[in-house]
C-alpha cells in the first residue's frame, strides 16, 4: 500500500499547490494528535514544513526541540560520567548520534551544532581520565568494562569527522553561543558536505535508518515526500536563482554521485531520487553525461518498486522506455560513446569530455539489461493485472512501444557489433510474436500504426498519462530554460513491422540462430516450432522439434525453457489434430495430460496436487512463472482435443483386445477416464468436456457412430478452432472408420459373413472406404476374414482351438513369460545395477513376470513412441512418485526405445533456411542410427507388429549396457 | 506430364556435362518448348569450355549466323588458357606418354615423387597444372583425355581433397563417354572414399552422398546388374538418410528398381514405410502406386496410378531408354514395370479374397478373360500362387492362407530356442568374466 501511495505522489507532485495543501492537512492532523515528547516523527514533519512560509512559528520550536532533546541527552551523559556508569554513557551517546542525525536533517545542514561538540569534548576528556586510572578500570564491573571499550572505539572513529570543529571548540571553548544556521547555510553548497557526509558516515548512518525504519515506519511516507518537496523548491529555487551557465560539469557529477550513494538505503525516497535526477539530466553538460545521469535515471525508476511479487507502476514504465529511447538517441548522435558494463575507477570522469571530443568516451551501463528489465516488467504487469478488465486491453496496448525499443536496441547493438547481445534481444522481441497467428499480428501492427499516427504514443492512455504528459510539457515549457545537451530524436520511435509475421520471425530467428548462445537458440526454437504450429504447419514444426534434440536436452533447461517446450508440444498436438493426423496429436499431448497437471505444465494457473502440498515458496515461484492471459492456450480445447484423440486410438483398440488378457493400453489416462465412468450408477446428460467424451465412447464402442458423432460435435470448445467445419467434418469421417473397426472387432465373431452394402449402410462410408478399411485389418490380421468378391461379402474364418491346441497355445506363451523374466533378470544382474535403483528395476520385472510376450512387445513399442516423441517434461523440477515411476518404466522399455529414438534424429529435412549448426549436431547423429521409424510410432502401435529382428536388436543391446 | 518431370530437381546435384544427355532427352520427349530447352543449354554452357557448341546452339535458337561478341571472346580466353596449362602439364604429360618411363613408377607414392622429382625435374607444381589441365579438358568436352589425366593423376596426387576431386572428375568423364563399367568401379571407389573419409562437417559429408546417388544413377539404370546395386546402395541407413533429408525425388528410382527386381521382395515393406513418411513432401504417380497399393488397399485408384506411372517412365531419361526391336520401339523398362506391378496388384488382392471373379480381374489386369486365366493357371502352376478356378463359375478360389494352430505354436515357440541360447551364452560369458575376475 505504502508503494503505491508513494507513486500516486510522485506523480501529483506537480500540482504543488494541491499537495502542498494535502500535505499540510495531513501534518496538521498529527500535530493535534500526537504528543510532544516522543515525537521525533512529528518534530521532522513540522520542521519539513519550516519552508513554507507561513509556518515559520511550528519550525521554530521543532528545531529547539531537536536541541533541547540533545542537550538534554547530554545532561543525561554528564550525569553518568559522574557516576561512572560507561554502559548507560554508551547508551546516550549513541542516541545523541541519532539526534545528531536529525539536527541535520531538519537544518537540512551539515553544520554541527555545538552542544554536540562540547559533548563530545567533555567525553574525550573523561575517557582519557578513565583510561589513565588503571585501578579503576579493574574494578569496573564486565560490562561496564566492556562499553568503556566500545567508548574508546567509537568515539575515536566518531571524533575524527569533527576534528576541526572540536579543534575550535578546544581553542574557543567559550563562545558557545549556538549559531543559527539559516539560510545563507542552505545556500552554501549543500552538495558537497552532503556528498562527504554519505561517504564518511555510512555506519552513521545505516544505524540512523535502522531506528528510523523502527519507530517511524507508519509515517514513513510522508517525511521524505515532504522532504523532497522542498528540495524541489530549493531546485526551482536554485534555477531561477542561478544561470544554468553557471552549473559546472563538477557540480552535476558530485550531485549524481550523492545522489547514487544515496540509493538502495532505506530511508533515502525513491520517487524524489528520480525526480533530482530528472532535473539533473536537464542541466547535464555533455552528452556523455547525460547518458550516464539517464543510467542512472532508469535505475533509479526500475528501484521505484522493489518487491519481486508486483509490477511496475505503468506509467513509471512508459517513462522508462522514454528514457532509454533518449539514450539510443545519444548513442546514435554520438557514437564515439561507449557503453561499458565493467567500469575501471579511473575512466570515472569520461563523461567529461564533451560533444566535440573525438575518442572514445566509455559510460558505464548495459542497455540490454535495462531492456530485459522492461520486458520483465511489461510481462509482469500482464501477470498481475485482472486479464478481464480494460486495464489489461490498455496494457497490451504497450506491446508495439516496447517493440519500438527492442528493433532500436537491436539496431543499435548491431550497429556496433555486439552480435551475442542483439540475439538476445531478438529473443525478447521474438517471444512477444511467436504465439500470435496472422490475424493477431495484423491487429497488433495496425494498432501501432493508428497509435503513432497520433501525435503522442500515449494518446488515449489513462489519467495518469495525461498528467505525466502534462508533466513533460510543464517541465519543457515552464520550467526554465531549455536542457544544455539537447538530443535530436534519431531512433525512429514508431515500429516497422514487416507485413507478413513470418518475415518478422525469419528475420529475428537467422539473426539468433546465427550469433545466439546455449540458451537463446533452444527458446528461438520452440518459439519457430510453436509458430509454425499455430499457422498449421505441422509437418515443419515437428521436423523442427525432431533435428533439434530438444527432446532430449529440454530437460536440462531452465523452468521458463521448459514450459515453452510446454506450450509447443501442446500447440503442435493441436496443430496435429487440426491436420487430421489423430495418433500424432494423441502422442504430442498425452504426455501432457499423464501427471494431471496440465495447468502446471502450461503455467496457466497453479493447481493444486491432491498428494502433495506446496510451500508458500513454491506456489510463489509458479505464480511467478504464470504466463500471461493473452498467451493461454485454452485449456478445454486442449482437453477435448486429446480425449477426443485418444478416444479414436483407444476404443477400437480395447476393442480389439477386448477378451484379450494381454491387452495394451495405449492411453492410460483414458482408459482411467473409462473405468470410472463405468462406475456411476447413473449417467446423467453430458455436462463438460470430459462427460461428453466418454458418453462418446459409450456410443462408439457399441458401433454407434451417429451418436458419437452427435455428442462430439455438440461441444462447445470447436467453435475456437479457426477452421471449425473442416475440422468437425474431418472428425465425422474419424469417428465413422473408427466406428466400423470397433464394430468389426466387436461382433465379426458372431458372424459368418457380412455384407460390404450392409457395412456402407450403416457407417455412411464410401464404398472404397469401407473396403480399404477392412483390407487393412485383414493383412494385419487383426479381422480373420477374406473378401468374397462375387458376393460382395466378408467371410470370416474363425476357428475355435481344440482344448489340446488351447493348452499348447497357453503353455507356449508362458515359456515366452519365463523367457522374458529370465531376461529382465539377467539384464538387471548385468546391466541394470549399474543405472538404476535397484528397488524400482526389480518392481519393474516382476510387473512383467505377470504379463505375456504381447504385452512386453506392446510395452517396447509404446515406449518408443512416448521416447521417441518427447521423453519427459518434469517442467518444475519436483518429482512426484508418478514421475519416478514413469522414468523407471521408460528406462526398462528403452532398450528398444533407444534406437528408435536415434533414428529419429535422422527424419530431417528442409530448414536449411535455418541453423546450419543445429543441422550439424543432427547429421552427425543420424549416420549412428540404425532403424528407421517414424517418431510417430503409432502405426506400430496399432498394427501390434514388432518384427523379430528389432527384438534381437534391443536385445543384444541391452546386453551391452 | 510436365508436373513429374524431376530434371530440375537432379540437375542441381549434377556436373554441368551430366546434365546434358538429360535436356537432349527432353528434347526428344517435346515436354517442353525447343527454344526454352536450347536456352538452358547455352546458360550450361557459358560456364563450361564448350565455347564452339554453345555457338552453334545459338545459332540454331536465333536462327542466325551471327554470334554475339561475348562468346567470340570466351573462345579466345578459352584457347589461350589452354595453352597456358598445357605448357605448364608439358613435362608431365610428356613423361607419362613414355610407357618405359612410367613402368619404373612404383606403388609407394612418395618414392615416386621424390624420383620424379630427381629425375626429371617435376615437382608438385608440375602435378598441379596436371590436374588444372585435365579439368580443364574435361570442360572443354575432351573426356577421354581428362579421364586418362586424371586416372594418373591420382596416382602421383597427395592431397586427400584433390584426389576426391578427381575422383569425381573421373566418374563424370566415364559416364559422359558410357563406359558403364569403369564408371561402376569409380562409383564404388568414390564410394568407399566418402564413407571412409573424414570430412570437415557432416554436411558436407551429407552433400556428398547426395552427389554420389544422383551420378549412380547414370551408372545403375545403365549397367545390367544396377538394379541390385541401386537398391544396396539406397537402402543404406546413410544413403536412405540423405534421401530424407534432402533427395526425396530419388525415391521414385529406388521405388521402380524394387519393383522391378523380382528377388527384392522384402525390401518392399521398408520401401512402403519411407514412401509413407515421405509423403507430405514428395510424390509422384509411382510413388502413390505403392501406397494405394499397400497402405490404403485401393485397387482402382492402383490402377489408375499404373497408368499415370507408364508414362512418367516414358519421360524420365533414366528410365525411359528406348530400345529398337524390328520397327516397334519399345520401352523395356516401363513394360517389365508394369508386368511387375500387375503381379503385385494381383497377389495383393489374392492376400484379402477368397473367390475373386476372372472376368473382373481381367479387367483389372488389362488382359482379356483367356489371357487372364492362363496367366493365372501358369501363377497356380509355378507354386506361386495357391488356388483353383472354378471354370464354370470363373472364379478363382483360393486356398486357406491363415496357419494352423499347430504352426501357431511352432511358430511362438521357435523364437524361443534362440532367445534362450543367447540367454545362455551370455551367462556363461557372464560367468567366466567374474571368474577370470575372482581368479
Redesign the interface.
Known amino acids: 500500500m505504502a508503494s503505491r501511495f508513494w507513486t500516486q505522489g510522485g506523480d501529483s507532485e506537480t500540482e504543488e499547490e494541491e499537495s502542498d495543501l494535502e500535505y499540510e492537512v495531513q501534518a496538521g492532523a498529527k500535530e493535534g494528535g500526537q504528543d510532544v515528547g516522543n515525537g521525533s516523527k512529528y518534530l521532522r514533519s513540522d520542521s519539513d514544513s519550516e519552508d513554507s512560509d507561513d509556518q515559520k512559528r511550528v519550525v521554530r520550536s521543532a528545531k529547539d526541540k531537536r536541541f533541547d532533546e540533545m542537550v538534554h541527552t547530554v545532561e543525561q551523559v554528564k550525569n553518568s560520567m559522574k557516576i561512572n556508569d560507561w554502559v548507560s554513557i554508551e547508551e546516550n551517546y549513541d542516541k545523541l548520534n541519532k539526534q545528531l542525525e536529525k539536527v541535520f536533517r531538519v537544518t537540512e545542514s551539515e553544520v554541527v551544532p555545538r552542544v554536540y561538540i562540547k559533548a563530545l569534548v567533555m567525553l574525550e576528556d573523561f575517557l582519557a581520565q578513565a583510561l589513565a586510572n588503571k585501578d579503576a578500570k579493574k574494578k569496573m564491573s564486565p560490562s561496564n568494562a566492556k562499553a568503556l571499550n566500545y567508548m574508546k572505539q567509537k568515539l575515536k572513529k566518531n571524533n575524527k569527522q569533527y576534528e576541526v570543529e572540536i579543534e575550535k571548540f578546544r581553542e574557543n571553548p567559550e563562545s558557545e553561543v549556538e549559531e543559527d544556521k539559516d539560510s545563507e547555510m542552505m545556500d552554501q553548497s549543500e552538495t558537497e558536505s552532503e556528498a562527504g557526509y554519505s561517504d564518511e558516515e555510512p555506519d552513521k548512518i545505516i544505524g540512523f535508518s535502522d531506528s528510523d525504519a523502527g519507530d517511524e515506519e507508519p509515517e514513513g511516507g510522508d517525511g521524505p515526500w515532504e522532504k523532497q518537496k522542498t528540495r524541489k523548491e530549493k531546485i526551482m529555487d536554485k534555477q531561477f536563482a542561478k544561470d544554468p551557465s553557471e552549473i559546472s560539469w563538477e557540480m552535476v557529477d558530485k550531485k549524481v554521485k550523492e545522489i547514487i550513494a544515496a540509493r538502495g538505503r532505506k530511508g533515502t525516497d525513491r520517487a524524489e531520487q528520480i525526480e533530482q535526477l530528472t532535473y539533473l539530466l536537464r542541466v547535464a553538460k555533455t552528452p556523455a553525461q547525460k547518458l550516464e545521469v539517464l543510467m542512472h535515471v532508469v535505475s533509479a525508476q526500475f528501484d521505484v518498486n522493489l518487491s519481486l511479487n508486483t509490477h511496475m507502476p505503468i506509467n513509471v514504465w512508459k517513462k522508462s522506455v522514454q528514457n532509454v529511447l533518449s539514450m539510443l538517441d545519444i548513442l546514435a548522435q554520438y557514437p564515439n560513446i561507449v557503453l561499458e558494463d565493467a567500469m575501471d575507477p579511473e575512466m570515472e570522469n569520461e563523461s567529461q569530455k564533451g560533444a566535440d571530443y573525438d575518442g572514445p568516451i566509455h559510460i558505464w551501463g548495459n542497455i540490454v539489461a535495462f531492456l530485459e528489465r522492461i520486458d520483465d516488467e511489461f510481462f509482469k504487469s500482464l501477470q498481475f493485472i485482472d486479464p478481464h478488465t480494460k486495464d489489461y486491453v490498455e496494457r497490451l496496448r504497450d506491446e508495439p512501444l516496447f517493440m519500438v525499443l527492442a528493433q532500436n536496441v537491436q539496431d543499435y547493438l548491431e550497429r556496433i557489433g555486439d552480435m551475442k547481445a542483439a540475439a538476445r534481444v531478438a529473443l525478447r522481441r521474438l517471444e512477444h510474436v511467436y504465439y500470435k497467428p496472422q490475424a493477431v499480428y495484423e491487429a497488433m501492427r495496425m494498432q501501432s500504426r493508428s497509435v503513432t499516427t497520433g501525435e503522442n504514443i500515449d494518446d488515449g492512455d489513462s489519467e495518469l498519462d495525461d498528467e505525466d504528459r502534462q508533466m513533460t510539457k510543464f517541465s519543457s515549457d515552464m520550467k526554465g530554460p531549455p536542457a544544455f545537451v539537447s538530443v535530436l530524436e534519431i531512433v525512429p520511435r514508431q515500429p516497422s513491422f514487416p507485413e507478413l509475421s513470418r518475415t518478422l520471425m525469419d528475420q529475428l530467428l537467422s539473426l539468433i540462430y546465427r550469433v545466439g548462445d546455449e540458451r537463446t537458440k533452444p527458446r528461438a526454437m520452440l518459439c519457430d516450432i510453436y509458430y509454425h504450429a499455430v499457422s498449421e504447419e505441422f509437418h515443419t514444426a515437428r521436423d523442427l522439434l525432431l533435428m533439434s534434440h530438444l527432446q532430449d536436452s529440454v530437460q536440462h533447461m531452465d523452468i521458463s525453457t521448459q514450459i515453452l517446450f510446454n506450450r509447443a508440444m501442446a500447440q503442435l498436438g493441436l496443430c496435429a489434430f487440426r491436420a487430421s493426423l489423430i495418433s500424432e496429436a494423441h502422442s504430442c499431448l498425452s504426455e501432457l495430460y499423464a501427471g494431471g497437471r496440465v495447468k502446471e505444465l502450461l503455467a496457466q494457473g497453479v493447481q493444486q496436487s491432491r498428494y502433495y502440498e506446496k510451500t508458500p515458496e513454491q506456489e510463489k515461484l509458479e505464480r511467478r512463472r504464470q504466463m500471461p492471459f493473452h498467451m493461454h492456450i485454452n485449456l478445454e480445447l486442449l482437453e477435448a482435443v486429446h480425449l477426443v484423440s485418444a478416444m479414436l486410438l483407444e476404443v477400437p483398440n480395447m476393442a480389439a483386445s477386448a477378451l484379450d488378457p494381454k491387452k495394451k493400453v495405449i492411453s492410460k489416462n483414458f482408459r482411467r477416464l473409462i473405468e470410472s465412468s463405468e462406475k456411476l450408477a447413473f449417467i446423467g446428460p453430458p455436462e463438460n468436456v470430459r462427460d461428453h467424451v466418454m458418453a462418446a465412447t459409450r456410443a462408439l464402442s457399441r458401433g454407434d457412430a451417429e451418436k458419437a458423432i452427435e455428442v462430439i460435435q455438440s461441444l462447445d470448445v470447436w467453435k475456437l478452432l479457426p477452421k471449425k467445419d473442416h475440422v468437425l467434418k474431418m472428425l465425422k469421417g474419424k469417428i465413422q472408420e473408427e466406428a466400423l473397426r470397433t464394430y468389426l472387432f466387436t461382433y465379426s465373431p458372431y458372424y459368418d459373413a457380412l455384407s460390404l452394402d450392409q457395412l456402407i449402410k450403416m457407417f455412411t462410408l464410401s464404398e472404397s472406404q469401407v473396403h480399404s478399411i477392412v483390407s487393412k485389418m485383414i493383412v494385419a490380421e487383426e479381422l480373420h476374414a477374406s473378401w468374397d468378391q462375387p458376393t460382395r461379402c466378408i467371410v470370416t474364418h474363425n476357428v475355435e482351438p481344440t482344448r489340446l491346441q488351447a493348452l499348447a497355445a497357453q503353455f507356449a506363451e508362458k515359456l515366452t513369460v519365463l523367457m522374458d523374466s529370465n531376461e529382465k533378470a539377467y539384464e538387471a544382474y548385468t546391466g541394470g545395477s549399474l543405472d538404476g535403483p535397484p528397488a524400482g528395476r526389480r518392481k519393474e520385472s516382476q510387473d512383467y513376470a505377470s504379463v505375456t510376450t504381447g504385452r512386453w512387445q506392446g510395452e517396447l513399442s509404446t515406449a518408443q513412441g512416448k521416447q521417441s516423441s518427447y521423453s519427459r517434461y518434469g517442467s518444475t523440477g519436483q518429482r512426484s512418485l508418478f514421475n519416478v515411476g514413469r522414468t523407471s518404466q521408460s528406462r526398462v522399455g528403452g532398450t528398444g526405445g533407444y534406437k528408435d529414438l536415434r533414428s529419429t534424429q535422422g527424419n530431417v529435412r528442409g530448414g536449411t533456411t535455418y541453423s546450419s549448426t543445429f543441422q550439424s549436431t543432427r547429421y552427425q547423429d543420424a549416420y549412428s542410427s540404425v532403424g528407421r521409424t517414424p517418431y510417430q510410432s503409432g502405426s506400430s502401435v496399432r498394427g501390434g507388429q514388432t518384427d523379430a529382428s528389432g527384438r534381437m536388436v534391443s536385445l543384444t543391446r541391452s546386453g551391452r549396457f | 506430364m510436365a508436373q513429374y518431370d524431376l530434371t530440375y530437381k537432379i540437375a542441381p546435384y549434377l556436373e554441368r556435362h551430366l546434365v546434358f544427355p538429360l535436356l537432349e532427352f527432353l528434347q526428344e520427349r517435346n515436354l517442353y518448348s525447343d527454344d526454352q530447352i536450347l536456352k538452358a543449354k547455352i546458360e550450361l554452357l557459358a560456364k563450361t569450355n564448350m565455347v564452339d557448341y554453345a555457338m552453334d546452339i545459338h545459332k540454331s535458337l536465333y536462327h542466325t549466323e551471327d554470334v554475339p561478341e561475348a562468346m567470340v571472346e570466351r573462345r579466345a580466353e578459352v584457347v589461350g588458357k589452354m595453352k597456358m596449362l598445357e605448357e605448364a602439364a608439358a613435362p608431365l604429360i610428356n613423361f607419362l606418354q613414355n610407357p618405359a618411363l612410367v613402368q619404373e613408377l612404383q606403388s609407394d607414392k612418395q618414392s615416386n615423387l621424390q624420383k620424379l622429382n630427381e629425375r626429371h625435374q617435376i615437382g608438385p607444381n608440375q602435378i598441379e597444372a596436371l590436374y588444372q589441365f585435365a579439368k580443364f579438358q574435361f570442360e572443354c568436352g575432351n573426356y577421354s583425355g581428362a579421364a586418362d589425366y586424371l586416372y594418373q593423376y591420382r596416382t602421383l596426387c597427395t592431397n586427400s581433397d584433390r584426389s576426391l576431386s578427381a575422383l569425381w572428375g573421373k566418374l563424370a568423364a566415364e559416364i559422359l563417354m558410357q563406359n558403364w563399367d569403369v564408371a561402376l568401379e569409380e562409383l564404388n571407389r568414390l564410394k568407399e572414399v566418402i564413407d571412409s573419409k573424414n570430412f570437415s562437417?557432416?554436411?558436407s559429408?551429407?552433400q556428398n552422398r547426395t552427389w554420389l546417388m544422383h551420378w549412380s544413377l547414370f551408372v545403375y539404370f545403365n549397367h545390367e546388374n544396377g538394379r541390385n546395386a541401386i537398391i544396396e546402395l539406397f537402402f543404406q541407413?546413410?544413403y536412405?538418410?540423405a534421401i530424407?533429408?534432402?533427395a526425396?525425388h530419388l525415391l521414385r528410382y529406388l521405388a521402380i528398381a524394387v519393383i522391378i527386381n523380382k528377388r527384392r521382395r522384402n525390401s518392399l515393406k521398408?520401401l512402403v514405410?519411407?514412401i509413407?513418411?515421405e509423403q507430405?513432401?514428395y510424390k509422384d504417380p509411382i510413388t502413390e502406386f505403392l501406397e494405394c497399393l499397400f497402405?490404403?488397399?485401393?485397387f482402382?485408384?492402383a490402377q489408375q496410378k499404373l497408368f499415370e506411372c507408364g508414362e512418367v517412365i516414358e519421360n524420365d531419361f533414366f528410365l525411359g531408354k528406348q530400345a529398337q526391336e524390328g520397327s516397334f520401339v519399345t520401352v523395356p523398362l516401363r513394360d517389365e514395370f508394369l508386368e511387375n506391378a500387375r503381379l503385385f496388384i494381383f497377389e495383393t488382392y489374392c492376400?484379402?479374397?477368397?473367390?475373386?471373379?476372372i472376368r473382373?480381374l481381367a479387367e483389372k489386369l488389362n488382359m482379356d478373360y483367356d489371357d487372364a486365366e492362363r496367366w493365372i493357371v501358369n501363377l497356380i502352376r509355378n507354386a506361386r500362387l495357391d488356388a483353383m478356378i472354378d471354370s464354370k463359375?470363373g472364379?478363382v478360389i483360393?486356398g486357406?492362407?491363415?496357419s494352423s494352430?499347430?504352426e501357431?505354436?511352432i511358430e511362438?515357440?521357435k523364437?524361443?530356442s534362440i532367445?534362450?541360447y543367447?540367454?545362455a551364452n551370455?551367462?556363461v560369458a557372464?560367468a567366466a568374466a567374474t571368474q577370470g575376475y575372482n581368479l
Open positions: 562437417s557432416p554436411l559429408q551429407l541407413e546413410r536412405l538418410n530424407q533429408t534432402n526425396h521398408d514405410k519411407v509413407q513418411q507430405y513432401t497402405v490404403n488397399y485401393d482402382e485408384k492376400r484379402i479374397h477368397q473367390c475373386i471373379d473382373m463359375m472364379t483360393m486357406t492362407q491363415r494352430v499347430y501357431q505354436i511362438s515357440t523364437q524361443l532367445r534362450s543367447m540367454l551370455g551367462v557372464a
